[in-house]
């Protein structure tokens, strides 16, 4: 049981729920509010601009993309 879950989770009931795969802050398994770092909202799919995927994940380019 939680009063208050970590970033990167949210509460249903009493227990504290992952926000999936690339999301840092969501009110819902469905409703991200902020993606992790490299990663583009709305849906944080999609690299944000100036990152690539790369082995599995966003990596910072230093170069325009």
Request: charged fraction near 25%; include cysteine; aromatic fraction near 10%.
């Amino acid at each position: 049981k939680c009063d208050q879950c970590d970033r990167g989770y949210f509460k249903v009931e009493q227990l504290c729920v992952s926000c999936g795969a690339n999301c840092e802050e969501c009110a819902s398994a469905t409703e991200c509010k902020r993606c992790i770092i490299g990663y583009a909202y709305p849906d944080c799919e999609q690299c944000a601009q100036g990152y690539i995927f790369e082995n599995g994940k966003a990596r910072k380019t230093s170069w325009p993309v």
